[in-house]
T-cell receptor, first 115, second 113 residues
Framework: AQKVTQAQTEISVVEKEDVTLDCVYETRDTTYYLFWYKQPPSGELVFLIRRNSFDEQNEISGRYSWNFQKSTSSFNFTITASQVVDSAVYFCALSESNTGNQFYFGTGTSLTVIP | KAGVTQTPRYLIKTRGQQVTLSCSPISGHRSVSWYQQTPGQGLQFLFEYFSETQRNKGNFPGRFSGRQFSNSRSEMNVSTLELGDSALYLC????????????FGEGSRLTVL
């Protein structure tokens, strides 16, 4: 069963618009971790954030913010005032307490910011 | 601090051949994981090594194998290559072997003809 779903395959926004990337996960573990990664054209996955299942506090880092809601099994990512440099593929991922660093990745959302 | 280094970056092989990919983790990181990325299957976990021991393995055939050396560097090998093995192979290192952040290299892009 798919553990992480990113329903948005591609999103295009005009520069300075806000955009939210959706992520829905599935797990039976009570202890788990959620991540967001950015993959620019170079291929390297860049770590953005990690949240554990016991911390539902939303987080803001500059223009980035994350909304974690256990009630809906969602971990959404918002970019405020998007910039061309934000164009990339964004992946949401889940790891469970008993599987080490085995991450389950979503299929990714390709974001294009149009100048 | 140097990042995760993968070599070679690009390679072309033919069906039936074998290939070895190398990964040097971030200094001090003892966990190395490997992932395969394809357009059809996305990012899939291959295996994870910590302190030279395989800790976890994904759902891949036995043609895919790996190892880790005492300096934490890791290699993965794919034998009897098939067309479907064409992919970007990503290595990631982490300071811990459980639920740590993964720091990825730029990958080795393998094309099988």
């Amino acid at each position: 069963a798919q553990k992480v779903t990113q329903a948005q395959t591609e999103i295009s926004v005009v520069e300075k618009e806000d955009v939210t990337l959706d992520c829905v996960y599935e797990t039976r573990d009570t202890t788990y971790y959620l991540f967001w990664y950015k993959q620019p054209p170079s291929g390297e996955l860049v770590f953005l954030i990690r949240r554990n299942s016991f911390d539902e506090q939303n987080e803001i880092s500059g223009r980035y913010s994350w909304n974690f809601q256990k009630s809906t099994s969602s971990f959404n990512f918002t970019i405020t005032a998007s910039q061309v440099v934000d164009s990339a593929v964004y992946f949401c991922a889940l790891s469970e307490s008993n599987t080490g660093n085995q991450f389950y990745f979503g299929t990714g959302t390709s974001l294009t910011v149009i100048p | 601090k140097a990042g995760v280094t993968q070599t070679p970056r690009y390679l072309i092989k033919t069906r039936g051949q074998q290939v070895t990919l190398s990964c040097s983790p971030i200094s001090g990181h003892r966990s190395v994981s490997w992932y395969q990325q394809t357009p059809g299957q996305g990012l899939q976990f291959l295996f994870e090594y910590f302190s030279e021991t395989q800790r976890n393995k994904g759902n891949f055939p036995g043609r895919f194998s790996g190892r880790q050396f005492s300096n934490s560097r890791s290699e993965m090998n794919v034998s009897t290559l098939e067309l479907g093995d064409s992919a970007l192979y990503l290595c990631a290192s982490s300071p811990q072997w459980r639920t740590g952040e993964l720091f990825f290299g730029e990958g080795s892009r393998l094309t099988v003809l």
